[in-house]
């Protein structure tokens, strides 16, 4: 039996690329299936009704929402994305941008309707493709915002639209954001036929526009928590693909890489496709080949983790290094200050907001975890 497995490997070509992906979104046989998630986002559909996902960078949020909207073969995703959005006019060119992208046979109407922008139609020779710019300086006062749903309005009536708005906090960003806020709530809700997905990763911001009663968005949306893939059907996932390219991996080693990842997809395929590059064809993968691939994350890495320690006084290194060792439920115990050789409970949870602020560590259900969990594994390694 073993031996035929080897010789229907041995016909598959050597040098196979690396099967895994991350820093990407995933679709289609990439994406390793989330049936309850998937559900829930199918019925919104068939009800209108909006939802809210909330889940940790890398978790696999927009990955899930582009597989439901093509699941559902008869919609077409108007996909916007806010991460890092700077100003109004930028909202205005990211609308732009996700309309040009469904189809440009809406380009002139899209013009029509962005009028009210005073847009500047631009077009990349290298490309071919025609664009949309704003004239430089001008501002955009949040209420011109309206054209733009109505031309939703219009597109949907030919072609169903899902509508999704990505890393949706970042509109806290702008300097008008609760007038952005307002508009973009009241517009919205005049499109009940049209489902809007919005999705964040900032779990106190996403807290309060949509939970705190003084949100334009209070209650406007279901809100889902995104958490790690179902953990049997992704090892599956994982595991066929080291098989095709000829390695094998026990459940074990993968369950220790995914442990150490802290369960996120995107971390456990980068961890994957680092022990790909390590190993060879034909190879049973081990403890040494799941060092070698840590090795190789921590030399990419290596200017990221130094960057974090440059900022840190040595109380908060401290604590950061407690946190790896100990871990990140219980810092208030006396084995965690022990470690961290703090006195005060109270300079202990100062120490680590702070990480926080730095976006080093994270708090979720009362546990504070790294963000990068590679950067955990680098201190551990290190042992100081
Ligand atoms: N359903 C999935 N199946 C397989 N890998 C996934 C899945 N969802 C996420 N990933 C992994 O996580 C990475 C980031 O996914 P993405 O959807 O961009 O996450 P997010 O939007 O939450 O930051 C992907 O490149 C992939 O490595
Ligand atoms: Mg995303």
């Not at 080897?6 to 016909?11: C, F, P």
């Not at 020779?125 to 704003?134: N, R």
Request: aromatic share 10%; with cysteine; net charge positive.
């Amino acid at each position: 039996m073993k031996k035929d497995k080897k010789a229907s490997n041995s016909r598959l070509p050597h040098a196979s690329s690396n099967p895994f992906i991350y820093g990407k979104v995933v679709r289609e046989e990439e994406f390793c299936p989330r049936p309850q998630e998937l559900k829930a986002l199918k019925n919104s559909i068939l009800s209108g009704q909006n939802m809210a996902l909330l889940g940790e960078r890398r978790i696999g949020k927009t990955s899930l929402l582009k597989e439901a909207v093509r699941n559902t073969k008869r919609h077409t995703e108007l996909y916007v994305d806010l991460m890092q959005i700077k100003s109004i006019e930028d909202l205005i060119k990211r609308f732009f941008h996700a309309i040009h992208q469904i189809d440009t046979g809406f380009f002139d109407k899209t013009l029509k309707f962005f009028s009210v922008f005073k847009p500047v139609v631009t077009f990349d020779p290298a490309s071919g493709k025609t664009g949309f710019s704003l004239s430089p300086g001008q501002k955009i006062a949040p209420e011109s915002l309206s054209a733009i749903f109505k031309l939703l309005k219009e597109i949907h009536q030919k072609k169903p639209l899902v509508v999704i708005l990505d890393e949706f906090q970042d509109i806290l960003h702008l300097d008008c954001s609760s007038e952005c806020l307002a508009i973009l709530r009241s517009e919205i809700q005049f499109l009940e036929k049209i489902p809007f997905w919005y999705s964040g990763s900032v779990r106190e911001s996403i807290h309060g526009i949509f939970l705190s009663p003084d949100s334009p968005f209070y209650k406007s949306a279901q809100m889902i928590e995104i958490g790690p893939l179902p953990e049997e059907a992704f090892m599956k996932f994982l595991q066929a693909k080291f098989e095709v390219g000829g390695r094998t991996v026990s459940s074990s080693l993968l369950k220790e890489m995914i442990v150490a990842s802290s369960s996120v997809p995107g971390d456990v395929q980068e961890y994957c496709s680092a022990l790909w590059e390590v190993s060879d064809f034909n190879s049973t993968l081990e403890q040494s080949h799941r060092e070698a691939a840590l090795e190789c994350i921590f030399s990419r890495e290596i200017k990221e983790y130094e960057s974090y320690l440059l900022n840190l006084s040595s109380m908060q290194y401290r604590a950061l290094y407690a946190l790896a060792t100990v871990g990140g439920i219980a810092i208030q115990s006396q084995v965690f200050l022990q470690k961290a050789e703090i006195s005060l409970p109270a300079g202990c949870q100062k120490a680590v907001d702070r990480l926080i602020e730095l976006r080093i560590v994270y708090r979720h259900n009362k546990e504070y975890k790294f963000i990068n969990p590679f950067f955990r594994q680098w201190l551990l390694h290190r042992g100081y």
